[in-house]
């Protein structure tokens, strides 16, 4: 609300006619176009990179535009919730109570965990209004999963054995590695809220791991996976098989799991 600029949830769809029966693919992207961390700002040290947010929003868009050239025999329903992270007298505050599409509640106690907040709500759209049945979401969402895994491996979460470890092969194969992380029941108490259903960060302690549990509580228990690609969306140096910037990641990765949609397992 601190933005001059508009929010926009942005829906795309493939809908072949010789999509497989009872499968929809939905992959949602985090896209806050800019991140000044609200009222709860961010140092101003490499803000400059803040531009980079949007990462997995765009993954998702250009996972749907390579979907689009390669044809798969599967519905995919792309979705970025796509605002901007800004101060000002009319932003979010510290202490505000939300309320989600879904009718959860949070509690915000820190605006810098904005991501997870638009990207609840995404979530919801997903599987409520757009009809998936399988559900991935990419996002530049926790410096926690940076400081964890660095630049090379992004965080992947899962309440889904089988959707886990399909998307984990897919993404070694796309030369785009995730390295599985807990979900365990016991990190949920991080994120209980006395006055709302949730608040929406966990404190520093397991904070990629008490973002992902954030998340799971909008999925509605369909198979999901949440790629945290903090530490993987741009390169601050340019390695041998890339130039240093944006790397796209998770484009493959998207793109691989509609053409593989034929493996998609069943919930287990």
Aim: aromatic share 6%.
């Amino acid at each position: 609300r601190g933005s001059a600029e508009p929010p926009r949830l942005i829906v795309l769809r493939y809908e072949p006619e010789d999509a497989r029966p009872g499968i929809t693919l939905g992959f949602v992207g985090k896209g806050v176009t800019f991140d000044t961390g609200g009222i709860s700002i961010k140092p101003s040290e490499k803000m400059e990179l803040m531009k980079y947010d949007m990462a997995g929003g765009a993954a998702v868009i250009g996972a749907m535009l390579a979907i689009a050239a390669l044809r798969p025999a599967v519905r995919v329903v792309g979705v970025v919730p796509a605002a901007e992270n800004m101060p000002g007298g009319r932003a979010i505050r510290p202490g505000d109570v939300l309320r989600g599409a879904g009718g959860k509640t949070v509690e915000v106690n820190n605006t810098d965990a904005e991501g997870r907040l638009i990207l609840a709500d995404a979530l919801w759209y997903a599987r409520e209004r757009a009809g998936a049945t399988h559900l991935v979401d990419v996002a530049t969402l926790t410096g926690a999963c940076v400081v964890a895994l660095g630049r090379f491996n992004s965080g992947l979460f899962g309440n889904d054995a089988a959707w886990s470890s399909l998307v984990a092969e897919l993404a070694g194969a796309a030369g785009e590695r995730a390295w599985p992380m807990p979900l365990d029941e016991e990190y949920d108490e991080q994120i209980r809220s006395d006055i709302a259903d949730l608040v929406n960060t966990g404190g520093r302690a397991a904070g990629a791991v008490t973002a992902a549990k954030f998340l799971q509580a909008f999925t509605g228990n369909l198979p999901w996976v949440h790629l945290d690609v903090a530490g993987t969306a741009w390169l601050d140096e340019s390695q041998p098989w890339m130039p240093k910037g944006p790397t796209g990641v998770m484009v493959r990765t998207l793109a691989g799991l509609a053409l593989a949609h034929g493996r998609v397992p069943a919930r287990t």
